[in-house]
């Protein structure tokens, strides 16, 4: 996986502005409040159809009602052109010219592994931080789960809306749509979390000279039965039990929505024991882990995302991370460039109030 280049017109602080990147190392750099961040997120942009902060109307530039990002990259033997345009609160997503017409189309075209330091409350936030975790990660590789969580999040809040207003006769109609999608989520993340696990913990070990034993689990609300089928027989008999009490707090109880996923360190909870370091590395872990898993599943490397997070690591860590980006695509974004710890870069990018100078044009 490859980017080209990003065009910027009227996203967050950018005007109009064009950056390019080399196959290596990228560097995008500039003081803080510049504008390296909104860059790195206008391409992730692509890998989800959304951003990383707010669901979609910030993207555009204050007071501006229109606005777009491109993004020329290559999968493989491919080459595509993706344009995002936002128009007032709707945002159409194109590729190779052509409109998608669901935002799952986009998904597993452009593969990219962030890492930032806003995951860093990973194992220490809240069980919301952990699902969204594991859901962005199986997203592009898995792009009907996408749909099935949006559906699943539609059926939740009509069935909210209900509890709230006391008038249960749709309710066994939800609960049993609740069922059948739930059950369909809570079998991708188990089997995702029994594909990751492995890797993840063969990487803390590396990383810890073989002292730190990572072990993760999923907490489910809903245990995963065999077959998909006794699973959704499971969740119904759940909803049945809870029902009363789903009516008398006018909440839902039950479902993927409530589930969690535990971190282990030598049999000790991370949530209660990890420390700073420990829990920095068990988000390195999985995104390394994330990482592979791309590469295992699709043949192809994907773009490594670096947002100001080398500056943070020890030494060990540094050096673990610099081995495993080596031969990818990398853009990292740092205040100084001397501080990205990366000696063999390609390409500089130095961002200035949303305007690029250097590689930009
Ligand atoms: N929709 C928007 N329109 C205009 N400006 C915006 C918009 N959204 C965010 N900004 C501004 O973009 C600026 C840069 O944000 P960004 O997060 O990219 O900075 P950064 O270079 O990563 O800084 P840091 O080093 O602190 O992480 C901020 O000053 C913010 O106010
Ligand atoms: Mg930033």
């Given at each position: 996986?490859?980017?080209?280049?990003?065009?910027?017109?009227?996203?967050?602080?950018?005007?109009?502005?064009?950056?390019?990147?080399?196959?290596?190392?990228?560097?995008?750099?500039?003081?803080?409040?510049?504008?390296?961040?909104?860059?790195?997120?206008?391409?992730?942009?692509?890998?989800?159809?959304?951003?990383?902060?707010?669901?979609?109307?910030?993207?555009?530039?204050?007071?501006?009602?229109?606005?777009?990002?491109?993004?020329?990259?290559?999968?493989?033997?491919?080459?595509?052109?993706?344009?995002?345009?936002?128009?007032?609160?709707?945002?159409?997503?194109?590729?190779?010219?052509i409109?998608?017409?669901?935002?799952?189309?986009?998904?597993?075209?452009?593969?990219?592994?962030?890492?930032?330091?806003?995951?860093?409350?990973?194992?220490?936030?809240?069980?919301?931080?952990?699902?969204?975790?594991?859901?962005?990660s199986?997203?592009?590789?898995?792009p009907?789960?996408?749909?099935?969580?949006?559906?699943?999040?539609?059926?939740?809040?009509?069935?909210?809306?209900?509890?709230?207003?006391?008038?249960?006769?749709?309710?066994?109609?939800?609960?049993q749509?609740?069922?059948?999608?739930?059950?369909?989520?809570?079998?991708?993340?188990?089997?995702?979390?029994?594909?990751?696990?492995?890797?993840?913990?063969?990487?803390?070990?590396?990383?810890?000279?073989?002292?730190?034993?990572?072990?993760?689990?999923?907490?489910?609300?809903?245990?995963?039965?065999?077959?998909?089928?006794?699973?959704?027989?499971?969740?119904?008999?759940k909803?049945?039990?809870?029902?009363?009490?789903?009516?008398?707090?006018?909440?839902?109880?039950?479902?993927?929505?409530r589930?969690?996923?535990?971190?282990?360190?030598?049999?000790?909870?991370?949530?209660?024991?990890?420390?700073?370091?420990?829990?920095r590395?068990?988000?390195?872990?999985?995104?390394?882990?994330?990482?592979?898993?791309?590469?295992?599943?699709?043949?192809?490397?994907?773009v490594?995302?670096?947002?100001?997070?080398?500056?943070?690591?020890?030494?060990?860590?540094?050096?673990?991370?610099?081995?495993?980006?080596?031969?990818?695509?990398?853009?990292?974004?740092c205040?100084?460039?001397?501080?990205?710890?990366?000696?063999?870069?390609?390409?500089?990018?130095?961002?200035?109030?949303?305007?690029?100078?250097?590689?930009?044009?």
């Open positions: 996986m490859y980017v080209r280049s990003l065009c910027l017109r009227n996203f967050r602080n950018y005007e109009n502005e064009k950056l390019t990147f080399d196959p290596g190392v990228n560097i995008i750099c500039g003081g803080n409040g510049m504008g390296k961040t909104n860059a790195l997120e206008a391409v992730y942009y692509f890998s989800q159809g959304r951003g990383l902060r707010g669901g979609g109307r910030e993207a555009l530039k204050y007071g501006c009602q229109e606005g777009k990002i491109n993004l020329s990259f290559s999968s493989g033997e491919r080459e595509y052109e993706g344009e995002i345009r936002f128009e007032g609160k709707t945002k159409k997503i194109f590729l190779n010219e409109e998608l017409k669901k935002t799952s189309q986009l998904i597993g075209r452009f593969v990219c592994v962030l890492f930032t330091p806003d995951e860093m409350n990973l194992v220490k936030g809240s069980p919301e931080v952990r699902r969204r975790f594991v859901d962005s199986i997203i592009p590789l898995r009907a789960y996408l749909s099935a969580l949006m559906t699943y999040n539609l059926v939740l809040k009509q069935k909210s809306s209900l509890l709230r207003r006391e008038d249960y006769k749709l309710l066994p109609v939800f609960n749509q609740l069922a059948e999608i739930g059950a369909r989520i809570i079998h991708t993340r188990r089997s995702y979390i029994d594909s990751v696990k492995d890797i993840a913990a063969q990487v803390q070990l590396d990383i810890s000279a073989g002292r730190e034993r990572l072990e993760l689990s999923y907490a489910a609300s809903v245990k995963p039965e065999s077959t998909r089928e006794e699973t959704v027989a499971a969740f119904l008999r909803l049945d039990e809870m029902e009363e009490s789903e009516k008398e707090n006018k909440i839902c109880f039950v479902g993927p929505h589930d969690d996923i535990l971190f282990k360190i030598n049999d000790k909870s991370a949530r209660s024991y990890a420390s700073q370091g420990q829990q590395s068990i988000v390195l872990c999985l995104k390394a882990a994330q990482t592979e898993l791309i590469l295992k599943e699709t043949g192809e490397s994907p490594m995302l670096l947002d100001d997070i080398m500056s943070e690591l020890d030494k060990f860590r540094r050096d673990f991370l610099r081995e495993k980006i080596s031969g990818k695509q990398v853009i990292i974004t205040t100084e460039p001397e501080n990205s710890n990366i000696k063999e870069y390609n390409n500089v990018i130095k961002i200035e109030n949303g305007k690029a100078i250097g590689r930009g044009e």
